[in-house]
């Protein structure tokens, strides 16, 4: 919502959630351009297990808000995460015990 729609309750963010016996499967697409999943020095997703908070200078820097780790927060939570190649899709897959 905030990426891809800008927080612009014009634009529509679709959510859709498939359960099954053996996974919970969510899907996403915004509105936005999506993004290069090999360029986000803004994300914690970017950094090395020594220097987990690396990301927090470049955001300091541009003036962007604390944060950055909702991609790594989301890939220790599900087992699956594809993302389509524009980078505005995605589905998170969570296989069930």
Known sequence: MEQ??????ELVVEVAAVRSQRA????FRDPGS???QENLP???ASNTP???IG???YREEHGMRPGGFGIMMT???VD???YNEVGNEVLLIKHRC
């Open 4 to 9: 891809g729609a800008g927080f612009n309750p």
């Open 24 to 27: 919970i499967t969510y899907y």
């Open 34 to 36: 999506g993004f290069n």
């Open 42 to 44: 803004h994300a914690a």
């Open 50 to 52: 020594e220097n987990p």
């Open 55 to 57: 990301h927090l200078a």
């Open 75 to 77: 890939r220790q939570l």
């Open 80 to 82: 699956e995460v594809i």
